[in-house]
């Protein structure tokens, strides 16, 4: 029994402690020229889709949910939102070259279609990120569209 309380009680410390060990959340400033929805003139409705399932983790607009102030599910966050940011940020789209572009949205098209994005732990606490299936269409169309007209 004394062994039990003194591994609940260094657990506690540890959890104490580790709340000192904080993460960036401050956002880069948001270029509009170079933002794909702005640059994009991306229609209301599409532009809130994209804003609503992917800018948490594709974009310099991450809005932290209030669980992302506890360690260690911050640490988590932050780094799938860094990892999502190096696999493809919206905010700075047309910083991309033509090559780039194309391939993001070859990659971008197929997570929508398998429904590995948005990831799926995120859905449950963003209910605006729960595409149904009208809506994964549309976006599946927007982008397909964009990679035939090659107009990205
Ligand atoms: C909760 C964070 C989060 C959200 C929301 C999110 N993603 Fe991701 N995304 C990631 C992470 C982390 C990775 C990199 C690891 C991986 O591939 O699973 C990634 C990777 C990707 C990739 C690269 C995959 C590849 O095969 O190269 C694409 C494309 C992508 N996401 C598209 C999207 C789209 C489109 C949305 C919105 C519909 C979205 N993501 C929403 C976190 C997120």
């Given at each position: 029994m004394k062994m039990v309380k003194k591994i609940v009680f260094w657990s506690l410390v540890v959890f104490a402690l580790i709340?000192?060990?904080?993460?960036?959340?401050a956002n880069k400033p948001v270029d509009h020229k170079v933002n794909f929805v702005d640059a994009k003139k991306t229609p209301e409705k599409i532009s809130k889709l994209i804003k609503g399932a992917c800018y948490d983790c594709h974009s310099n607009e991450t809005v932290y949910p209030k669980y992302s102030y506890i360690a260690p599910v911050s640490w988590s966050i932050k780094s799938h939102v860094n990892e999502g940011r190096e696999h493809l940020n919206f905010s700075i789209w047309q910083t991309y070259n033509s090559d780039l572009k194309e391939s993001m949205l070859n990659s971008i098209i197929p997570t929508l279609q398998s429904k590995t994005m948005p990831m799926p732990g995120y859905i449950v606490y963003h209910k605006e990120a729960n595409l149904s299936e009208a809506e994964r269409k549309l976006l599946i169309n927007y982008f397909e569209e964009m990679l035939k007209s090659k107009s990205y």
């Open positions: 709340q000192f060990v904080p993460i960036d959340r």
